[in-house]
């Protein structure tokens, strides 16, 4: 049977004619497209656009730290912001470096920790500090008691390690917003600034993208994520489910040369948290795609 | 101990009367910024700009109907395209009737099925058309045998259902691009059209934007995702890992005012697909919205 019997004779003659010319061309001209017509993108272009995307690895809480990998893997990232529960805060100078290398073996590097809490306490914060030191952070993300500044000045220009201070929402008596944060950090170190929680600054009523902006001196990491409601009660949701202008947010990173991680933080779905954060970094990786 | 005793005495006064003033306007007032100063994204606008997005079902082929039916929803679509593996063809009308329950009772419309294979028989094809009337499907997508056109304008017209040809790529030798189905169909029933599979469009080397311009009168459904290669061996990635200019196909499908169903087809990870289909859900509504 023939299975182009539809067709009239002149289309076959004419469709084999041309089927045998392309043949002839090679694979990438069959089906009568010329060579290289398919438009396409290419995959050397970073379409992070420079921005570090990193996982705060507070998303994946829940999991160790060999699972915690395979899941920042698993989303296609190669930065990390590690929190304790991957790396304890009380643990030796060994285990940490261990840590490292297993994030380096999977070809994440680890750019801050955190969030750590800090007390007025010097013996305290220096632990932080070594703690960082050991697993070759350049920034450390904290939410320190407001008396403790003195300290963190003589902290960061004895280690040269950055502190990026965390606000977290109009709960937060301490640093609600960065607006708080910006004016605590005036006059002290310039390696005390600033990581912009979004949807802790959006909850407390404070617009992120005007923020990026107005505290791009001292922005040294940023929470990315997005929000179910411009409330107290707001919650993380999958990015672009959410009420967050995202791409003003990655915009306002753009144009200010952020140096720093965007670290996608994911709190919904603590025990099964990949397909949302992965559905978030797209979203994100598609917003600077689509500018 | 004052915990902001690195602020100076004129700075705690003018925070505490601010702090005061704004307690005074309400929680959406705190912290130094005005009603409505966060720009936010209105949840009511459909970031899909009127597009059907869906899911292939063929995508969650190793999973149960009921599990299924949690993946779609956990990805946040509200359409699909059912895959055999979740309502056998040989089903019975009660069991079909079953399967179009369960997925509306979770907030989801089936608007196709496929792909079906359909060789030139037509008490064969008469059954699958009744499988679609059974489930309330306006399309079927199908890989039939090109002499059974003529089988397929009668069931078209008999049944009011339309027939999408699905191209499979450069080792299709029936139908490897949108071209051979469109030279296929003319002079069939206008219900007779395309799903065009964009990742074996451009596998076969040709350009899948073009021809969602060019087929537009008989686009009726389209499997959507990203490949890592323009080549007989590219494989289905992550939306936003590949080569697809998948912004391009977005545009297209726009411009046309495509009316069918945008149906994310993630082959990869079969036994795991969730956090890969939700990357490339996100990456595209991402693409959309950065416009």
């Known amino acids: 049977m023939n299975h182009y019997d539809t067709f009239t004779r002149r289309d076959i003659i004419a469709g084999a004619a041309l089927t045998a010319a392309l043949a002839a061309a ?11 017509s398919v438009k396409t ?9 420079g921005l570090k995307a990193s996982v705060a690895s507070y998303t994946l809480r829940t999991m160790p730290l060999d699972r915690a990998i ?6 296609g990232l190669h930065y990390v912001s590690i929190k304790d529960s991957h790396c304890p805060l009380d643990s030796s100078a060994e285990a940490r470096k261990e840590v490292v290398e297993k994030f380096k073996a999977a070809g994440i590097t680890p750019l801050s920790c955190g969030v750590v809490s800090m007390r007025n306490d010097e013996g305290e914060i220096r632990k932080a500090f070594e703690y960082a ?8 993300v904290a939410s320190p008691d407001p008396g403790a500044l003195p300290i963190l000045d003589r902290m960061t220009a004895e280690f040269n390690i950055r502190i990026a ?13 960065p607006n708080e944060v910006w004016k605590a950090v005036q006059g002290h ?7 912009i929680d979004v949807g802790h600054t959006a909850r407390a009523g404070v617009d992120p993208s005007a923020c990026m902006r107005r505290y ?21 949701v999958e990015g672009g489910r959410g009420v967050l202008d995202m791409r003003a947010m990655l915009q306002a990173l753009l144009d200010i040369r952020y140096a720093g991680l965007l670290s996608f933080e994911y709190e919904k779905d603590a025990m099964d948290p990949i397909p949302g954060l992965a559905e978030t970094i797209g979203y994100s990786k598609g917003l600077l795609a689509g500018r």
């Open 41 to 49: 993108i290419d995959p050397a272009v970073d379409r992070w656009r």
């Open 165 to 177: 201070i965390h606000n977290h929402g109009p709960e937060d008596r301490k640093f609600p917003s």
């Open 189 to 195: 170190d310039p390696r005390v600034g600033l990581c």
């Open 26 to 36: 090679g694979p990438a001209r069959a089906h009568g497209a010329p060579a290289g």
């Open 216 to 236: 791009r001196d001292r922005l040294f990491d940023c929470h990315f994520k997005d929000i179910s409601a411009i409330s107290q009660r707001g919650n993380t």
């Open 133 to 140: 030191r050991d697993l070759g952070l350049p920034t450390i």
């Open 70 to 75: 395979q899941a920042i893997r698993r989303v």
